[in-house]
């Protein structure tokens, strides 16, 4: 059962991280619902664009990251052309697909790995490996 408006610690972890890959914040946006109204994949939607902002806004990550509207999502940009705000939905939307993709399990610790293990190999391998093994 998901609380409203609570953002719990694994909810806040998971918003940051969509923040993060997207480098938007979802909190500029004001719910003038314009990303919404040319959006051509919306009738395959169960949550519209700028609801799923909302949801995000409110801490709801796990109806978002459940819903069908960001796997039908076309990629299209035009929300992110519309938002009076310069808010790139489009990558938001792809950012949660990605933490889906990930399931939000960190595989990779870099903490967990001792010093001299990690001086042996360069860091573009540890980059990669983290953007592979972490959710
Ligand atoms: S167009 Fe931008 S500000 Fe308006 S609801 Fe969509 S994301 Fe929010
Ligand atoms: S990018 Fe996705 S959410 Fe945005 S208008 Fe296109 S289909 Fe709709």
């Known amino acids: 059962m998901i609380e409203l408006g609570r953002h719990t610690k694994s909810r806040r972890d998971i918003l940051d991280k969509v923040e ?5 914040d ?7 619902g314009r990303c919404s109204g040319d959006c051509p994949s919306i009738n395959l939607m169960d ?17 978002v990251l459940s819903s069908k509207t960001i796997w039908v ?3 299209c940009f035009t929300c992110t052309s519309r938002c009076p705000k310069g808010i790139d939905i489009a990558r938001v939307l792809e950012a949660l697909r990605q ?3 990930r399931k939000n399990i960190d595989q990779l610790d870099l903490n967990n790995i001792p010093e001299e293990e990690r001086e042996r190999y ?7 490996a983290l953007r592979k093994l972490s959710g």
């Open 20 to 24: 993060r890959i997207s480098e938007v």
């Open 26 to 32: 979802v909190f500029a946006c004001y719910q003038c």
């Open 47 to 63: 949550i519209m664009p700028n609801q799923a902002i909302r949801f995000l806004q409110l801490g709801e990550v796990e109806a």
């Open 73 to 75: 999502c076309a990629s």
């Open 99 to 101: 933490v889906c993709l």
């Open 122 to 128: 360069p860091t573009i391998a540890w980059v990669s």
